[in-house]
């Protein structure tokens, strides 16, 4: 039985779409540009970061703040769901220190938010899926995961003992889709996912 939902936070609660274009106007590449080499590098299965390096560019220095029009349409509805539901709702992804509070702002009220520069540990380590669970109090067993990639959300999570929900959007899902684990539970969307834990 699930007591605990944790969800990931690029591509799956924010729409990273505004924040790549952001990245790739402050480095002086054309937004198609970046995007295609960001395309390749995903397929290629390499860190993000590497596109920098493709590009010969430096990565900027500030990153934009986050607001509440680079949620997806479906994630506040979705956390107050799962909530109401009686679930422990936490957020917990890659994410730098100084993106703890902005995401704290922007998606109260759960029971956790976690970055991996707060927790000093990052995906897929399983240590990163052990403090997690810990933190919000939860056995991992009866804990799901949810994220949008197989490699850092999907495999890690299921390996950690928790159930792993996979959710086909943004540009590592669709790449990445053919290697979903049988196991793994799949939706298109977060207002499917209420209903999908149910039969869990």
């Known amino acids: 039985m699930i007591e605990a939902v944790i969800l990931d936070v690029g591509e799956t609660l924010i729409d990273e779409t505004g924040i790549w274009e952001s990245v790739a106007d402050a480095c002086g590449i054309p937004r198609l540009t970046f995007m295609a080499v960001l395309g390749g590098v995903i397929a290629r299965g390499e860190p993000h970061w590497r596109v920098f390096d493709l590009l010969t560019v430096q990565p900027p ?16 509805a979705c956390l107050a769901r799962l909530r109401a539901a009686g679930y422990r709702v936490g957020v917990a992804g890659n994410q730098g220190i100084e993106r703890q509070r902005q995401l704290e702002a922007l998606v109260e009220p759960v029971d956790l938010v976690a970055t991996s520069g707060m927790l000093g540990l990052e995906k897929p380590a399983p240590a990163f899926f052990g403090r997690v669970a810990e933190l919000i109090g939860v056995a991992p067993n009866r804990c799901a995961y949810v ?34 684990p049988a196991r793994a539970i799949s939706i298109p969307g977060l207002d ?9």
């Open 61 to 76: 220095k500030l990153e934009r703040p986050l607001t509440r029009k680079d949620l997806y349409p479906d994630a506040l």
């Open 147 to 180: 994220g949008d990639r197989i490699d850092n959300d999907v495999e890690p999570a299921l390996a950690a003992g928790m159930t792993a929900v996979f959710i086909l959007r943004g540009p590592w899902a669709y790449l990445q889709r053919q290697r979903l």
């Open 192 to 200: 499917q996912l209420p209903t999908r834990l149910e039969s869990v």
